[in-house]
């Protein structure tokens, strides 16, 4: 079975300050993929990022940049200099490689809500 | 492209009333998912479709539930007998494996309320 966990809850921060959010997977498929989908209010949920599991590189875009350390199991997301335009709720997600039984599908961390006051 | 388009945004229903919501996924794309989000979790996964082939379907998927994608194209998810345990934000999202690389991008959903 596959399992991702958020253990932040809610993070609140000051505009231009950074922030960390937190994503620990686990899974048994030796090839996988890690997403990061952001849900604003509106309630869609808004792809990010794709990570492979045999890719460890770490990637930077914009503001935004992820760590990505398979010997601990984890996918965390930075946000640079937050602004609040990223108040909303960060999901953490995993699915199995092609051939495994989770294939396909996503299994969602808990979220993340943040919240960036002016 | 235009992005994944769910009907209704909105439902409310009285207990023991049948349900039907749409999703029409990105033009081209050949898989499509349904997921349901309960307030302060994660989406969880309900069940999947390879052009009009229903491949997996959850446990979560009660008899209650029933999806559909018969040309390939979108996709209608009904529920029966609605219960309120059954009130949720339901998501569609499509993919494409182009490349062998897949992502979902996700509709709207689909708010349930169920009196």
């Known amino acids: 079975a596959q399992k991702v966990t958020q253990a932040q809850t809610e993070i609140s921060v000051v505009e231009k300050e950074d922030v960390t959010l937190d994503c620990v997977y686990e899974?048994?498929?030796?090839?996988?993929?890690l997403f990061w989908y952001k849900q604003p209010p509106s309630g869609e949920l808004v792809f990010l990022i794709r990570?492979?599991?045999?890719?460890?590189q770490n990637e930077i875009s914009g503001r935004y940049s992820w760590n990505f350390q398979k010997s601990t199991s984890s996918f965390n997301f930075t946000i640079t200099a937050s602004q609040v335009v990223d108040s909303a709720v960060y999901f953490c997600a995993l699915s199995g490689g092609a051939g495994g039984t989770s294939y396909g599908k996503l299994t969602f961390g808990q979220g993340t809500i943040l919240t960036v006051h002016p | 492209d235009t992005g994944v388009s769910q009907n209704p945004r909105h439902k409310i229903t009285k207990r023991g009333q049948n349900v039907t919501f749409r999703c029409d996924p990105i033009?081209?794309?050949?898989?499509l998912y349904w997921y349901r989000q309960t307030l302060g979790q994660g989406p969880e996964f309900l069940t999947y479709?390879?052009?009009?082939?229903?491949?997996?379907k959850s446990r979560l998927l009660s008899d209650r539930f029933s999806a559909e994608r018969p040309k390939g194209s979108f996709s209608t998810l009904e529920i029966q007998r609605t219960e309120q345990g059954d009130s949720a934000m339901y998501l569609c999202?499509?993919?494409?494996?182009?490349?062998?690389?897949?992502?979902?991008?996700f509709g709207p959903g689909t708010r349930l309320l169920v009196l």
């Open positions: 899974t048994r498929d030796t090839t996988y993929y």
């Open positions: 990570r492979n599991s045999f890719d460890e």
């Open positions: 479709f390879q052009n009009e082939a229903q491949l997996e």
């Open positions: 999202a499509s993919s494409s494996l182009a490349g062998g690389l897949e992502t979902q991008y």
């Open positions: 033009s081209e794309h050949n898989r």
